[in-house]
């Protein structure tokens, strides 16, 4: 079955760029059914999603983290990309990677990104 | 951006009993786009609920949502030991948000 999971440093220090991979396998990220976005939860606390994109490279991004993000697709390889640029402390959290044709039905199992000097 | 509150914050009952949680929209819901997911400590969510009251394939019937417009519900008909959990609402319009949560703990 549809698997995803994410990859990248544990650590990232402050005014740096956060960089996370999310592998999908079990199926195509280039399926028409589907979008694939990036959710976050600090430590202790809520979800927030970042943004999403569709295999053919349109994506869409949370008002609030726009000017720092960046979603991006390859399709030879099944993954796609988050970049979070002029990361702080607020940015620590478990990232998620997920797919969605309506809610987010499929997830990854979330990895830890802290940001600290 | 819609903004979604959830209540209560925490729900204390025993294993069989029923449980209600709510979710209320700051502005109407298009289309019904609200789903609730379950999230138990150190996993990431599951999804339970979309379109409102649509159950996810493998989700138990004891699982139903319901509502329209800016107020929708979770209940879980019988809680199951595995049930307690904190669970989220969330709306797929854009942007998407997440509510607070309500955790479901044991009485």
């Known amino acids: 079955q549809l698997q995803l999971q994410e990859s990248g440093p544990g650590l990232v220090k402050p005014s740096e760029t956060l960089s996370l991979t999310c592998t999908v396998s079990?199926?195509?990220?280039?399926?028409?059914?589907?979008?694939w976005g990036w959710i976050r939860q600090p430590p202790g606390k809520g979800l927030e999603w970042i943004g999403s994109?569709?295999?053919?490279?349109?994506?869409y991004y949370n008002p609030s983290l726009k000017s720092r993000v960046t979603i991006s697709v390859d399709t030879s390889k099944n993954q796609f990309s988050l970049k979070l640029s002029s990361v702080t402390a607020a940015d620590t959290a478990v990232y998620y990677c997920a797919r969605s044709r309506e809610a987010f039905d499929i997830w990854g199992q979330g990895t830890m990104v802290t940001v600290s000097s | 951006e819609i903004v979604l509150t959830q209540s209560p914050g925490t729900l204390s009952l025993s294993p069989g009993e029923r449980a209600t949680l709510s979710c209320r929209a700051s502005q109407s819901v298009s289309s019904s786009y609200l789903a609730w997911y379950q999230q138990k400590p150190g996993q990431a969510p599951r999804l339970l609920i979309y379109g409102a009251s649509s159950r996810a394939t493998g989700i138990p019937d004891r699982f139903s949502g319901s509502g329209s417009g800016t107020d929708f519900t979770l209940t879980i008909s019988r809680l199951e030991p595995e049930d307690f959990a904190v669970y989220y609402c969330q709306q797929y319009g854009s942007p998407f948000t997440f509510g607070p949560g309500t955790k479901v703990d044991i009485k």
């Open positions: 994109i569709y295999y053919s490279g349109s994506t």
């Open positions: 079990g199926g195509s990220i280039s399926s028409s059914s589907y979008y």
